[in-house]
């Protein structure tokens, strides 16, 4: 089960110290994987993150990708497979 609790006290206190930061959300996964759909990892606008996805090329393609998400300030689809971006993903730019 994932543990939310970790992932929203990384972005109040990420937001408190006035960084931006996205809430990125696993919607869908083809094959094997360590993560199911709903799991979530957060991203701050300096590349630090909390939760996990899977690890490894996965990770870093997911924080690279919020923080861009966050730099253009507006939403944005995404899917990985493996080590590659496919298109765009889902992580809203800011919490109200």
Do not use: W, Y
Request: aromatic share 6%; glycine share 8%.
């Amino acid at each position: 089960m994932n543990n939310i609790f970790p992932i929203f006290q990384f972005l109040k206190d990420k937001t408190e110290a006035g960084l931006d930061c996205a809430l990125v959300t696993l919607t869908a996964v083809t094959g094997a994987s360590t993560r199911n759909p709903g799991a979530h990892m957060a991203v701050a606008a300096d590349g630090s993150a909390a939760g996990s996805f899977s690890g490894g090329c996965i990770e870093t393609a997911v924080i690279a990708e919020a923080v861009d998400c966050i730099s253009a300030g507006a939403p944005a689809k995404s899917a990985l497979a493996r080590d590659r971006l496919i298109s765009t993903f889902a992580c809203p730019a800011e919490a109200a």
